[in-house]
């Protein structure tokens, strides 16, 4: 991308400079041919003549600069164009605040733009790394850490991606506890609403009949018999390590407002991301799963359909969907 950047600013250069030379050969031309009209002609003609050529010259500069002009406007919009409608439509405000522009253009980024961070996140980095090469061999688990090592040490923080204004905007949002950030169920726009209505939504989608609140939790429970079901297939020892369930937690229940409805009801979602790996490899074996453990085989909940910014909104974990 650098070099392509960079050959276009030489081949830009290059045309300026020709144009330039161009027009200095045309002035100079122009300025022989006045002298050898001024002499040939008397007074009285060569001042018309003077007159005619130098309005007709006016006026198609005049033009030139004007269709010039539109074209580059034209081209500039068509390369950074004006995200103020796009913003008025990709931002949803449910409340009774007036947004400014800096919190306006935060909110418009979406759920997927991700934010260069300050520093690089070292602690983090090596935790997940140890995390995820803890069953590899022990070379293989050197090497990569010493190749992570050798990456941190050069590593460099990403530009910044956020003014000054919208980080303030966004840490204020993140404070208030009264407001809550979502998706949008449908239209990919993020929905800005107070906690009450979005707790009172939620609350009545519970109120269905379908639900029954248990008394207690039972996820470790049933954590406890998938494991010992699975210890005492006949399922590989690698396989096996890989399928049971650690810290296990259960589906977690979350709500998209539906903008394009009336009222913006909210739609119920189930995240069960990384809770399914034990029958992912049931299909790919052809083998039966143990009941109920479908719901267990992941360690961690979410689904990244809410954003950090939601700060936990959902309902509490003994509230399960009776089957």
């Known amino acids: 991308m650098r070099i392509l950047l960079r050959a276009s600013k030489a081949l830009l250069r290059e045309r300026v400079h020709h144009t330039r030379l161009s027009l200095h050969r045309c002035s100079e031309e122009l300025y022989k041919i006045h002298l050898q009209l001024s002499s040939s002609l008397n007074a009285t003609d060569w001042d018309k003549i003077e007159k005619i050529t130098y309005f007709t010259s006016q006026n198609v500069e005049i033009t030139a600069r004007k269709t010039q002009i539109k074209k580059f406007d034209k081209l500039q919009n068509r390369q950074h164009p004006s995200d103020q409608h796009l913003r008025d439509r990709s931002v949803v405000n449910l409340t009774e605040r007036v947004l400014d522009d800096a919190t306006t253009s935060v909110l418009s980024k979406g759920h997927n733009f991700a934010i260069a961070p300050r520093n690089l996140p070292m602690e983090r ?45 966004l840490s204020k949002l993140k404070s208030d506890e009264s407001l809550i950030i979502l998706r949008a169920d449908k239209g990919n726009a993020t929905v800005l609403m107070t ?36 210890k005492r297939s006949s399922i590989p020892q690698e396989t096996q390590r890989n399928l049971i369930p650690r810290a296990a937690k259960p589906p977690r229940l979350y709500g998209l407002p539906k903008i394009h409805k009336e009222g913006v009801p909210l739609r119920p979602i189930v995240s069960q991301i990384e809770t399914g790996y034990l029958a992912t490899w049931g299909r790919e074996t052809d083998k039966q799963t143990p009941a109920g453990a479908v719901a267990l085989a992941g360690s961690r909940g979410g689904d990244g359909g809410e954003a950090d910014l939601t700060k936990g909104a959902g309902v509490p974990s003994s509230w399960r969907r009776q089957t």
């Open 125 to 169: 980095i090596i935790t997940e790394v140890e995390s995820a090469i803890r069953k590899l061999p022990k070379d293989d688990a050197a090497e990569i850490r010493e190749d992570v090592s050798h990456i941190l040490r050069t590593a460099k923080p990403p530009k910044q991606n956020l003014s000054a204004a919208e980080r303030e905007a």
């Open 195 to 230: 906690r009450k209505d979005y707790n009172e939504k939620i609350s009545q989608l519970l109120d269905d009949p379908a639900y029954q609140q248990l008394k207690s939790n039972p996820t470790t429970r049933i954590e406890r018999q998938v494991k010992e079901l699975i």
